[in-house]
């Protein structure tokens, strides 16, 4: 039985903030469970959200916190996005009220096995890639967490067996009792450093949340070659069994590695091997999310074949290095969910023409110094797509022959269009948040789409 059931009677208070998809879904299954709901919206609820609260008469407020009514709670959880300075959270944690993540609460309700990835960057592509094999493979799995619908929603309405879960650091800081049976910690560099008083160390305490109450039984994978993962393992006592990923030519006990082109997938003796060439994702940083993703589903006792089936025929998200159009010999690739540098490194490497390269947006405390040896070695121009890209023009003015700023995603295509030549590349990959100009990166990536298609 997983640890953190719930011994909760009906009647008790709970209060929600924040209605969007987390919010809404972690209300339905406290409604369903008996308790007492409120939820509570410092902005305008969507109207999609506000009339599913409204069918299953869940009362809610918007545009402002009604404290009295929120601090009267047992128990609140809190949408990932608000963070714990926000004054609700903060006055009811003073108060000693319990404040929790939607991931947290609807884990009480499901015996469910939890397949759950975190890390700085690949876990989306990892999330969907172990759904996608799994589903392929005949088992009854629910896809939720950062992708996919919300967790909470699903254990209301759903019954799976198996829960492929993408968990953020935000949604970990909130999760107390929660018990993953199989971790994967795709690598760990900096981001979201403004929600952790700047300070790396707590970003990484944070992501390590993800292996609270494993127990010897349970699974914990990782990327034995990302550097700060391999020196905090050192240094912490790890109590699941552990499965390395390397690309490094030589074998491990327990995992998976690269040898003469080929991934070997190693699970107690039980191996076996696909080429690089047989993947449907490409580049260095998607071999780790393909090791990651069957890894994890031999652990779940998948066929070899079912696997190897599955890696071969998926199909990547939007956002993520996905190929737009080849406008008169010019490839337009949209990476708008490469909102840190890591990403950014990534997305430069996989390139293989000169290249324009479209960057900014909101900076997060970057440090553009790690990409200047591939913006020197492959980008021919560049062209900064934000409201203030005084930090871009101070890294990376001398590296390239021409700098430009555009207001928009079809300036920022135009213009990359007209310096860009047949057989070279326009790469839209931000290593910044997009808010300064976009509703989210999706928003960014589909305006990008929108004007390469206009070209």
């Known amino acids: 039985m997983k640890s953190g059931k719930s011994k909760q009677k009906s009647g008790k208070k709970i209060v929600i903030l924040g ?11 406290a409604k ?44 609140i959880i809190k949408s990932p996005g608000i963070p714990d300075t926000a004054l609700p959270v903060k006055r009811a944690t003073e108060k000693g009220i319990s404040v929790i993540s939607e991931i947290e609460f609807a884990a009480r309700f499901t015996h469910a096995k939890l397949v759950c990835i975190t890390g700085s960057n690949g876990k989306t592509t990892t999330t969907l890639l172990i759904w996608h094999i799994l589903k392929n493979a005949g088992l009854n799995v629910g896809l939720a967490g950062n992708v996919g619908k919300s967790f909470a929603w699903q254990v209301a309405e ?28 795709t690598n760990l560099t900096p981001d979201h450093l403004d929600r952790y008083d700047n ?28 550097p700060v993962t391999a020196r905090e393992l050192k240094k912490r006592d790890i109590i699941p069994k552990k499965y390395s990923l390397t690309l490094s030519n030589f074998p491990r006990e327990n995992g998976a590695w690269l040898e003469n082109n080929e991934l070997i997938i190693n699970i107690h003796k039980s191996r076996f091997n696909m080429t ?17 993703a069957s890894v994890a589903a031999r652990l779940l006792d998948v066929r070899k074949e079912n696997i190897k089936q599955s890696l071969s025929d998926f199909e990547n998200i939007p956002h993520r290095l996905e190929f737009v159009s080849n406008v008169h010999g010019i490839t337009f690739i949209n990476d708008s969910k490469a909102t840190n540098i890591n990403s950014t490194w ?37 062209v900064c797509l934000g409201v203030d890209n005084s930090k871009l023009h101070a890294a990376f003015e001398d590296m390239v022959d021409l700098m ?52």
């Open 199 to 226: 300070r790396f160390e707590n970003y990484i305490e944070s992501k390590f949340r993800i292996l609270q109450n494993m127990s010897e039984e349970d699974a914990f994978i990782f990327n034995a070659d990302d």
């Open 32 to 75: 369903k469970k008996g308790f007492d709901v409120f939820v509570s919206d410092y902005g305008k609820i969507g109207s999609e959200y506000k009339s599913v609260l409204t069918h299953h008469d869940i009362d809610f407020e918007e545009n402002g916190h009604s404290f009295d009514r929120i601090e009267k709670a047992a128990e």
């Open 276 to 292: 690089l060439e047989q993947l449907a994702l490409q580049g260095k940083h998607n071999a780790y999310n393909s090791m990651a």
């Open 158 to 185: 759903a019954d799976f067996d198996i829960y492929v879960l993408e968990i953020s650091s935000f949604q970990l800081d909130g999760m107390f009792n929660f018990k993953a049976d199989i971790a994967v910690l």
């Open 404 to 455: 430009v700023d555009a207001g928009s995603a079809k300036e920022a295509v135009t213009y990359a269009y007209n310096l860009a030549k047949k057989g070279e590349i326009v790469l839209l990959s931000p290593a910044c948040a997009s808010f300064d100009l976009f509703e989210n990166y999706q928003d960014r990536g589909d305006q990008f789409k929108k004007a390469v298609k206009e070209l």
């Open 346 to 382: 990534y997305a430069l490497e996989y390139v293989e023409a000169p290249t324009v390269w479209i960057v900014g947006g909101q900076d997060k405390g970057n440090d553009y110094s790690e990409l200047m040896a591939l913006v020197k070695k492959k980008v021919k121009a560049i």
């Open 19 to 29: 209605a969007g998809e987390s919010g809404t879904g972690a209300a339905i299954l």
